[in-house]
């Protein structure tokens, strides 16, 4: 395969490596009630919470996580001020001292 052929694959490689990224929602760009319905309409989806930072965030009442995890309140920056979402964790155990 010629360099030029390569390079241009590389090349298109990347560009669309670029647009997959731009294409992620940013809660910081959406109100609270948007990034909440996102994820009420879609079940799940991966969103961008800051430059560098994104996680999937889930429906509170469903079946999106896997045992044992549990969907797990946290707020994440919205156009709007934090908003309260859902994320997979595993629960803590509750023992007492």
């Not at 940013?26 to 109100?31: A, I």
């Amino acid at each position: 395969m010629p360099i030029r052929q390569i390079m241009f694959c590389s090349a298109a490689i990347v560009i669309a490596h670029t647009n997959f990224a731009d294409a992620r929602p940013d809660t910081r760009k959406m109100t609270c009630a948007q990034t909440q319905a996102l994820i009420q309409g879609q079940h799940a989806a991966v969103l961008s919470t800051g430059p560098n930072t994104y996680d999937r965030y889930v429906r509170q009442f469903g079946n999106e996580c896997d045992a044992p995890a549990v969907p797990m309140a946290r707020y994440v920056p919205a156009s709007d001020g934090q908003c309260r979402v859902y994320r997979c964790e595993e629960a803590s155990p509750m023992v007492p001292n």
